[in-house]
């Protein structure tokens, strides 16, 4: 024996006992009803063998005895065919029970990981989230538990299986030494078989599986792009490279036809060559006295009903590295440590003050540099602070920070006591009702969801909507445009009658006129409440009490707006830049201008 | 969904005709379909080799007499077993032949199916083409293809073989006694329609499953892309219930669909032990005086297995080939949308240098919803052009304002000729657009779209997109050209820096700096940039405005503006109202006219300025 051979072995042993182990785990989850499903794939084993019993009894007393007798008693017919029909439905009755219960079996277990990974998805902090791209995570609750489920399907019947092949072996072996011995020697030649043919059309659909997700994200990126691949009239070179990826789905399984060819024909000619062998070496058994045709023809019967269970094992074996390795990602998420709560760390802030910063670091995980260095600051209560900075400075950061959803590396953050809220840049609205978006489990009547859309500016829309409150927007609902988002996910934020409001360069989407209309009802309907915003315009600049100029994550100055353009040359520039090349989309507002002017 | 917004054609293929014109579309399929049948024919006898070989030993290899001894002639025997070898060997051949020549031209076929549809899609209007579609067009190429290729992998042989093998059995069968062939044959006909019965639940079942699958990966997903909000309002509970409530209806569905499943196969035993049990009874009834032997008789009970596995399969297959012809349908009804704007007749060519754009009397009106999506705001209203006129000489640049729904988006376009007008003409250089092969039209015309694409690749690249065979010096030149050096020495990688998916490594400014060198290296005589709305942060604002004005110099430039600076920079502003021209001239001129212009130009300065 090779070296390399004795290490093998080993690692083979490792990895099955992984297997056994996985399997063990979901087993655990649900094991009653497995259990019901492999009693019911034993009872097929055990049908099966006695089939091909009630097959021999029938040839050596029914059928031989007519033909060679001339007669046969009635009852005796009687008998046979009861026992045929009785040995088929049961047969057929445990092919059900473990059918059924295999799914049930299977799809639990799915329920209660998927319900796991749902658990870790609402437990872990937004920091957490925010180092996990989304299409994976999504991936551990749906795809990968499928995944890993799948090998629970053909497991009660392999199991099953296993049993048939050691009844039908003993039954074979002594019902006829020798060609039961000839039989039992062929049963490993076809489940090794089986594997091996598993393992190598499973190399080539693996391929074919990769290429295909590959040109899928060729095809929808380049589709995405079509109106540049228009402007550029490279609709040509776009096929041609678009079809080059898909020329390799078709190689991979051009690939597996081939072994599958072969295969499906070694599999098919494997046990009828074995059963012409039996009819040989049988007849001359007959020959010698040692054989009925009864038994003769139930070997070949058994070797008949044996082929697709023994097809089974192969599949199932092949099965479970895949399962194994979707296991393996679904328990990631399931067992990565619970991160804080970022929340718990934020202390009460002393009266007066909204939102206190003292010396606050905040590092992103993999990042080289901090994104915010340093920063301190006191919010007094009941004002209206402005961020402003340029892009990537650090602002969403602080508020994000401020707001409790990340917690600060060093430093300490404290908050007025009392309801917060905050909205994103990007509004987030859930497939649901405008009415579900606005309440977001908080019990308020119709009246009061219509409040918090008038004071977001959004009532005038939400009228128009065909169900009005009971429009279901979202991924399958009516399609909103990206102010009318931000001005629900506002409406959510004022519902809450927030003591302290958090907006996120919430306005932008929004055009000019609105947005100042917008604030305008902030101001008068959270009186003493504390706002805390991003801006990037000049007019929305122009109405906050206080403004944190944020630079390279670092707070550099603070003040009036009017103080700092005086007095910080930096922040009359970005301003300056504001106002005179800042968009606003201006067919946006003066569509409300034109429109009263003609 | 959306998936019956586009190539769910309102019914002009049935089953048959979609089949045909499925085949034309892919002749590779038709090449020797014959000689495959014929080879799997073959292969499928293979089947009856055994039972056969049983029926011939007993009836003539073994003497039974009455006193119960068996004598064997071995030597017939072992001559029969060895015909049997032969005959088995072939049909392992042949099948072997007819899987690969099905399986490798089914992937060739479907392989050119992807490009036509690639191709297609490429071409079809603009209109066709938006965020609700695009995941239907994307199906169209990948996972309505995949259930052709899985028809291809079972359906498709079975479809072959079933019927043939069918054949084969009942004709042994009948050969051994007409009788006891047509009990097996009346017993199957009832087989046939249960086991269509519970296929059809388990069609319905398996659909519900995979809706209730979609409202779960939908919820689970909530969780991830909502993460921050659902933690910003506490609401992370409540979220967990929604969404384990969709993971149990799913389960339950699943479970459901299971249930029906463990039905099937357990029938086709349930009528195969009736059929045995019929065909011994009448067998031992009819006796040897009907001519019927023991060996026969032997021989019909593994026939009937051989006999009613095609029917159980049949009845799969037949699902599964509804699920590929409407798969079929869906893909025809892609190559069945029409192309954008025709291609020439006899293409004319430009003239060299720089040249004039004259818009000629255009009016354009969106036909359907679908082309509605072309204008800026689909929701509501259509816009619509209406005999607007204007002559631009070559070199002019002139800026387009308007309110939303003013038509300027749509007016742009045109001239891109991304749509065609409905009358009127858009002539480049004296040559009306249409006439204009396509490739020198988009060498001559660039446009620089509103959020410009880029591909998940590196800045060069993205640029070299614009001409293909671009050098890297050439691009540097470009660089240098626009004045963006300092910009791309701030990148990681320079020129080599990964955009990211959609480019979203950099920022929108970024994307639009990308996207002006792309327009440069392409070096157009015709400039039409349609302008961002989106913010960008003051310095990247500076670089785009100074890029802009160098790429425009010495070109005949067109920008749908929604900045006053781009109006007030321009030569010249053209300003459209509900679809019409309604002044042009100069900024200052039009300021001082107190029209439609000015009124804007006052709301914007009102909106956007602190004091």
């Known amino acids: 024996m090779t070296e390399e051979g004795e290490t093998s072995a080993p690692r083979r042993f490792a990895r099955a006992r992984e297997h056994i182990a996985f399997v063990r785990a979901l087993v655990q989850r649900q094991p009653k009803t497995f259990a019901i499903a492999v009693g019911g794939a034993f009872v097929y084993a055990l049908c099966t063998v006695a089939s091909a019993i009630v097959i021999r009894w029938v040839i050596d007393n029914v059928i031989v005895p007519r033909f060679r007798d001339g007669d046969v008693a009635t009852s005796t017919l009687v008998a046979g065919c009861t026992l045929i029909i009785g040995v088929g439905v049961l047969r057929a009755a445990s092919v059900v029970v473990r059918r059924s219960f295999a799914g ?76 039961g011995l000839v039989a039992v020697a062929v049963f490993p030649v076809l489940m090794v078989l089986n594997v091996v043919y598993q393992k190598m059309v499973d190399r080539h659909f693996d391929a074919a599986q990769q290429a295909l997700g590959d040109f899928s994200g060729a095809v929808h990126e380049s589709f995405e792009g079509v109106q540049l691949v228009k402007a550029y009239g490279a609709e040509e070179r776009e096929t041609k490279r678009l079809t080059e990826i898909a020329s390799r789905i078709r190689d991979a399984r051009v690939r597996a036809v081939y072994v599958r060819g072969t295969f499906e024909a070694l599999l098919e000619v494997i046990p009828s060559a074995t059963n012409i062998g039996i009819v040989v070496l049988g007849a001359h058994r007959i020959d010698g006295g040692h054989l009925t045709i009864g038994e003769l023809s139930s070997f070949i019967f058994m070797f008949t009903v044996l082929v697709f269970p023994l097809r089974l094992i192969g599949y199932a074996l092949s099965e479970l590295p895949h399962s194994g390795a979707g296991y393996r990602r679904v328990q990631g998420t399931i067992d990565d440590p619970l991160e804080p709560d970022p929340a718990a760390a934020v202390v009460v802030a002393p009266s007066g003050a909204a939102v206190v910063l003292e010396q606050v670091t905040y590092r992103f995980a993999d990042a080289t540099g901090p994104t915010i260095e340093d920063a301190s600051a006191t919010i007094p209560e009941g004002t209206v602070t402005a961020f402003v900075g340029a892009t990537g400075a650090g602002k969403t950061t602080l508020v994000e920070l401020m707001s409790g959803l990340v917690g600060p590396t060093t430093g300490r953050i404290a908050l007025a006591d009392g309801e917060r809220a905050i909205v994103f840049q990007e509004a987030f609205l859930f497939g649901g009702t405008v009415r579900d978006n606005v309440q977001v489990g908080l019990p308020m009547n119709d009246d009061e969801v219509w409040e918090a859309l008038r004071l977001a500016a959004a009532d005038q829309f939400v009228r128009e909507l065909p169900d009005r409150l009971d429009t279901v927007v979202g991924e399958r609902g009516v399609t909103l445009s990206g102010g009318q988002r931000q001005r629900v996910a506002l409406a959510r934020a004022l519902a809450r009658h927030p003591r302290l409001l958090f907006l996120d360069d919430t306005t932008s989407a929004l055009d000019p006129a609105t947005e100042l209309q917008v604030l305008d009802n902030l101001r008068t309907a959270l009186g003493e409440s504390t706002v805390v915003m991003v801006a990037s315009r000049p007019s929305t600049i122009a109405l906050a009490d206080d403004v944190l100029f944020v630079q390279q994550g670092r707070i550099t100055a603070h003040g009036a707006h009017d103080d700092l353009l005086r007095d910080v040359p930096a922040y009359r520039e970005i301003v300056e830049a504001f106002e005179t090349d800042r968009s606003a989309p201006f067919d946006a507002s003066g569509a409300h201008a034109a429109g009263g002017g003609t | 969904m959306t998936d019956t917004v586009v190539g769910e054609p309102s019914g002009p293929y049935s089953a048959t005709t979609a089949i045909g014109r499925g085949l034309e579309e892919a002749p590779v399929l038709r090449q020797g379909l014959g000689v495959t049948w014929l080879l799997a024919a073959v292969g499928a006898g293979g089947r009856v080799v055994v039972p056969v070989l049983i029926q011939q030993a007993i009836d003539n290899g ?52 992807r490009t036509r549809l690639i ?47 069918m054949v084969i059995v009942a004709s042994v069968m009948l050969a051994y006694n007409w ?257 204009i092969d396509n490739t020198e039209l988009r060498r001559r015309l660039v446009v620089v779209a509103q959020e410009p694409f880029l591909f998940d690749d590196t800045v060069a690249e993205n640029i070299r997109f614009a001409r293909p065979e671009a050098t890297r010096a050439e691009i540097e030149r470009i660089v240098d050209l626009l004045d963006v050096r300092d910009w791309l020495d701030g990148l990681t990688d320079g020129l080599d820096t990964s955009v990211g998916e959609r480019g979203e490594s950099l920022s929108a400014g970024e994307r639009q700096l990308v996207a002006l060198l792309r327009a440069g290296v392409a070096d157009p005589d015709v400039l039409v940039l349609d302008e961002a709305t989106s913010s960008v942060d003051a310095l990247t604002e500076v670089r785009i405005s100074r890029a802009l004005t160098h790429l425009a110099e010495g070109r005949t430039s067109i920008a749908i503006a929604h900045r006053l600076s781009t109006a007030a920079r321009a030569d010249r502003v053209l300003v459209l109202h509900e679809g019409r021209l309604v002044e042009d001239g100069h900024h200052d001129e039009l300021i001082g006219a107190g029209g439609t212009y000015a009124r804007l130009y006052d709301a914007w300065l009102s909106a956007t300025s602190a004091s």
């Open chain 1, 104 to 179: 049930i079996t299977q799809w639990r277990i799915a329920e209660s990981l998927t319900n796991d990974v749902i658990d870790r998805l609402v437990t872990q902090p937004a920091t957490w989230h925010q180092r996990q791209s989304d299409g994976r995570l999504v991936a551990r609750g749906g795809v990968d538990v499928d995944t890993t489920v799948g090998v629970m399907a053909p497991i009660p019947f392999a199991t099953g299986t296993v049993l048939l092949i050691v009844v039908a072996g003993v039954w074979l072996v002594l019902t006829d030494l020798v060609l």
């Open chain 2, 179 to 435: 009788f006891l062939a047509l009990i097996a044959i009346g017993i199957s006909i009832p087989l046939f329609f249960v086991l269509r019965l519970v296929q059809r639940h388990l069609v319905t079942a398996y659909d519900r499953a995979r809706r209730r699958n979609g409202d779960m990966l939908a919820s689970i997903s909530e969780l991830v892309t909502g993460a921050e909000t659902i933690r910003a309002y506490g609401a992370g509970g409540m979220f967990a219930a929604r969404a384990k409530g969709a993971v149990r209806q799913r389960a339950d569905a699943q479970i459901r669909g299971n249930m029906i499943g463990a039905f099937l196969f357990p029938l086709g035993e349930v009528f195969s032990v009736i059929t045995i049990a019929a065909i011994v009874t009448a067998g031992v009834l009819i006796g040897p005086a009907g001519g019927l032997t023991s060996g026969a008789l032997v021989g019909f009970i593994f026939l009937t297995y051989r006999y009613l596995e095609p029917i159980a399969e049949f009845t799969e297959v037949l699902d599964q080939t509804q699920t590929a012809v409407s798969g079929l349908r869906r893909v025809l009804g892609v190559l069945d949308m029409p192309v954008g704007p025709p291609a020439p007749q006899q293409p004319q060519h430009l003239p060299p240098g720089r040249v004039s754009i004259d818009i000629d009397d255009v009016t354009f009106s969106y036909r359907s919803r679908a082309d509605r999506a072309l204008a800026d705001d689909a929701l509501f209203e259509s816009a619509v052009l209406e005999r607007v006129s204007a002559f631009i000489p070559a070199g002019q640049q002139v800026a387009v304002v308007g309110a939303t729904g003013s038509g300027k988006t749509t007016l742009g376009r045109l001239i891109a000729r991304f749509a065609d007008p409905i009358t009127g003409q858009i002539r480049v250089g004296g040559v009306p657009l249409s006439q």
């Open chain 2, 62 to 113: 073994m003497d039974i007499d009455a006193t119960g001894s068996e004598r064997v002639r071995m030597g017939f025997i072992v001559g029969c077993a060895l015909v049997a070898m032969g005959a088995l060997a072939i049909a392992a051949v042949c099948q072997r032949t007819a899987v690969v020549r099905l399986g490798t031209r089914s992937e060739q076929a479907l392989s050119d199916l």
């Open chain 2, 119 to 165: 191709e297609h899609i490429h071409r079809i209007s603009l209109a066709d083409h938006n965020d609700e579609r695009r995941g239907a067009l994307v199906a169209r190429v990948t996972s309505d293809i995949e259930t052709l290729s899985n028809f291809f992998r079972w359906g498709g042989l079975a479809w072959l073989i079933d019927g043939t093998l």
